[in-house]
């Protein structure tokens, strides 16, 4: 029998209604902020990713999954791991920042080549948001507090720890880099092996190293922070300050460098304590050189930058915290179960369909015209709260009868009862 490949999961019809419950909750607080959808491609060219996460990632060493398609020249081709490259892209490709700031949001699966257990997979789904055209501190906390209240809307936010970091600008963060690197060359010996490999390739991923033997070594090592030049830290500040007038809490996280290359000033993470090791559920930061540095892949010139802000958050995390801590309630897939007798069945089907133009609040379900027994059985199954029971004598008299599923009384009323929510509200 042919399974699915490992890492990449069914998501089946119990699961999905709360996928659908969660996806409308963060759609709603998008729009409260005016935030636009935008549809991207699940494929773009291997350079575009290559050149905007750092060839020195994770992601790009080696969690891609790369092909060559059949066109003529042959294309590098990867499934996307993550959407902000093909967001800028695009935003660049149909000069959507031309007179505008576009507020984007995008949702869909990403694809990573790691080890999958709980938390993390091969074909997982985010939810990004790109907030491009502004280089001031508000366009941060903004997104910051726009998550914030997705996890007060989903009964989260005692749960979620904000941690943020400032990676100021990249000259300062190569001066950074070249004091931290003579500081630990000396002591590479104590270094664990991924560590000591980064300090040539991508030594500030040292800082987010696991290993309690380098993070011992990091605590005397020289500070980011310190590096930063005034504006870098005013910025900083000004976030925080928007963070403290929103009465929203952070920790500042020093080590907290993002494995991603495009990030410049702030970044930050959402983290939960009860995910185990996959504890982040959501993470951004600025990215004010990526547009530039894409234009530029095209040119060969340096191309002026647009600045931008993001970030992205991991739906399976975010189900499984609200799974752990704030589950929805039963998501049932039915209302009213409409029963008909097999002779007067396309009376039920007639019922039916007005029914469902009247009230878009109802989900309403029929079994088919078999036996009364046999349809009264799906009723019992279907979750509904109430079942409608349509016959001969029902339709003579223009009537319907009901059943209450949970106290199993039934009464008969006029047809039309059902219409007005105020009879029957869900
Ligand atoms: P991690 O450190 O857990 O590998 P990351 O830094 O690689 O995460 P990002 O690239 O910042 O993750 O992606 C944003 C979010 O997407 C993460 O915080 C997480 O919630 C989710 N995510 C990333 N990779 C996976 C995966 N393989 N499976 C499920 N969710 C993921
Ligand atoms: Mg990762």
């Not at 997104?143 to 936010?157: F, N, P, S």
């Not at 500081?183 to 010996?189: A, E, F, G, N, S």
């Not at 696991?210 to 005397?220: F, I, N, P, V």
């Not at 469902?356 to 079994?367: F, N, Q, V």
């Amino acid at each position: 029998m042919i399974k699915a490949i490992k890492g990449f999961n069914d998501i089946l019809p119990e699961q999905a209604a709360k996928w659908l419950r969660l996806e409308k909750i963060l759609a709603e607080v998008l729009a409260r902020y005016g935030y636009e959808h935008i549809r991207l491609p699940i494929v773009e060219q291997t350079d575009l990713f290559a050149r905007a996460i750092g060839g020195a990632t994770d992601i790009v060493e080696k969690e891609m999954y790369s092909f060559i398609d059949k066109s003529e020249p042959p294309t590098p081709l990867t499934l996307r791991p993550e959407g902000t490259a093909g967001a800028v892209r695009a935003v660049i490709e149909h000069n959507l920042l031309r007179g505008d700031a576009p507020k984007l949001w995008y949702i869909g699966p990403m694809f990573r080549y790691e080890r999958p257990q709980k938390g993390r997979y091969r074909q997982f789904h985010q939810l990004g948001v790109e907030s491009f055209g502004s280089a001031l501190p508000d366009a941060d906390a903004e997104l910051i507090a726009m998550t914030y209240l997705m996890w007060q809307m989903l009964g989260l936010k005692d749960e979620m720890q904000l941690q943020l970091n400032s990676l100021g600008e990249s000259d300062e963060r190569h001066a950074y880099r070249d004091a931290l690197v003579s500081y630990l060359t000396d002591k590479q010996d104590q270094l664990d092996e991924d560590s000591k490999r980064r300090l040539s390739t991508n030594p500030l991923r040292i800082l987010d190293s696991k290993e309690a033997s380098t993070q011992a070594l990091l605590a005397d090592a020289p500070k980011l922070a310190d590096f930063l030049s005034d504006e870098s830290t005013a910025h900083f500040e000004q976030v925080k300050a928007y963070l403290d007038e929103l009465g929203i809490k952070y920790e500042i996280n020093p080590h907290l460098v993002r494995g991603l290359d495009y990030y410049n000033k702030t970044v930050f993470e959402w983290v939960t304590d009860k995910l185990g090791s996959q504890a982040t559920v959501c993470a951004g930061g600025r990215y004010d050189g990526l547009i530039g540095q894409l234009k530029s892949m095209n040119t060969d010139k340096p191309a002026k930058s647009e600045p931008g802000v993001g970030f992205a958050m991991g739906l399976e995390r975010l189900l499984l915290l609200i799974e752990a801590v704030a589950p929805f309630d039963d998501v049932a897939a039915c209302d009213v179960f409409v029963v008909a007798h097999p002779d007067v069945y396309s009376a039920g089907v007639r019922f039916a369909q007005n029914l469902r133009y009247d009230r878009a609040d109802l989900r309403i379900k029929m079994g088919g015209a078999t036996s009364l027994k046999a349809q009264m059985k799906k009723a019992d199954k279907s979750g509904a709260r109430l079942t409608v029971i349509i016959a001969q004598q029902e339709l003579d008299e223009q009537t319907i009868s009901i059943k209450n599923m949970q106290t199993g009384e039934q009464q008969t009323v006029e047809q039309q009862w059902l219409s007005s929510t105020d009879n029957f509200s869900i």
